[in-house]
């Protein structure tokens, strides 16, 4: 239907587009053409074996038929319905999502994509609350809306302020590897470091005033920021003090949800339900934009008789909510959870292997099939391999080197992902760990 010679996809974008998180005249991309599984090949015929899942979101991998097929006989059906109609593939996909969310998570908020459903979060627990404060962490990243933004705490906000949402106070997460309360005390057991945490953000709470704060807001396990997976006891300690100060739990699960971290949504490894979960990405694998909302009954019900003043032209979208519908079926019948889980003791290994050999990685942590590679200059000081919210040469060049050996994958700062899709072989992620491995040999050099 739509066809354009390869030598003219890049000029083209160039004269026309507009790049998000770039400057304009530094954009580089790749032109993508296809994609199948684990890999997509650019224009020229390379292929690449896709270690992101292109943006952490292709959980069920490329090309799914079964998915395609649901939407196209979505469009033949009804390709579009107004938000405040019913359909039956609103009604199924309901039901659906309640069928895998933690217990109690009934009613679904549809949006389209994670940003404005953590800004649809944040609306429902101030409303439901009458209070405004949120908390959230310094090292998270919750969408680049005004209101999603705010709630981020990493510098991807400061260009914007301060004309941003009022009322974020952010705090600091449980990250043990760049721990600020242990640098002395390093041995420290799970249980007493969760515990300094929960104190800090009370000791916060105490000082925002318990009776101002409508919800905190956390990733389960922290995505971009550096895949920052929780102790032992903290997101229980987190709802503990949620329920005893009548504050919502907002569980961002955008990144972290649909089997990425070992079950179907992080909270599910400590067995913990929170008040709203916030979904996307992983919950259609991206064939179609959807977020969600996921709240208790409690908080639905608040609502059946005041009017929530909010809404999306496109809330509830057919065509996504067919591709949702696909997904999950597919997820349930590759066991793509349970893979995920099952490969996630077989990434671990391979990380720990890359710790052990190579001088620049400083830590390596993963969950599921959720990873990162932590790279420094030096061991003993952790000086980072790239500054905070900046580069290095010595990261331009992994980069370059894997990219160069058939290998996408997510760079931020000092920290190399590992976040394939679902589908991926051990094989296959022994392919592209064998990779890092080299790369890594580029980053040891700079080793002082």
Known sequence: MFDLPNDQVLPLMRNHGFWTWSAQGKVNPIP?????????????????????????????????????????????????????????????????????????????????????????????????????????????????????????????????????????????NPYRYRSTFHRTNPGISEGDFAQDYLNHLEEIMQ?????????????????????????????????????????????????SGFGRAGAWFAVDNWDVRPDLLTMAKGLTSAYAPLGAVGMTDEIASHFDKRVFHGGLTYTAHPVSLAAML?????????????????LGSSLSRMLSNLKEKHPSVGDVRSIGLFGVVEIVKNRETKEPMAPYNGS??????????CFEHGLYLSVHWQKAFVIPPLVITEEQLAEGITIIDEALKITDDAVV
């Open 32 to 172: 993508v053409e296809r994609a199948k599984g684990i890999y997509f090949w650019d224009t020229d015929g390379k292929r690449y074996l896709d270690f992101s899942s292109m943006t952490m979101c292709v959980n069920a991998g490329h090309g799914d038929e079964r998915i395609i097929n649901a939407m196209k006989e979505q469009l033949d059906t009804l390709p579009y319905a107004a938000p405040a109609m019913a359909t039956k593939i609103r009604s199924m996909a309901g039901k659906a999502l309640a069928e895998i969310t933690p217990e109690g998570i009934n009613h679904f908020l549809f949006t389209l994509g994670g940003a404005d459903a953590n800004e649809n979060a944040i609306k429902l627990a101030r409303a439901y609350t009458g209070k405004h404060k949120v908390l959230a962490f310094y090292r998270s990243y919750h969408g680049a809306t005004a209101g999603a933004m705010s709630a981020t705490g990493d510098p991807r906000k400061h260009e914007w302020e301060p004309n941003l949402m009022p009322g974020v106070v952010h705090f600091l």
């Open 207 to 255: 000082y925002e005033g318990a009776n101002t704060i409508a919800a905190i807001l956390l990733e389960p396990v922290v995505g971009k920021n550096g895949i920052i997976i929780p102790p032992d006891g903290y997101l229980q300690g987190v709802r503990a003090i949620c329920d005893k100060y009548n504050i919502m739990m907002i569980a961002d699960e955008v990144m």
């Open 326 to 342: 696909a997904n999950i079926r597919v997820f349930q019948e590759e066991k793509l959870v349970e893979r995920s889980a099952s």
């Open 392 to 401: 290095s040469p010595e990261m331009d060049a992994f980069k370059k080197y």
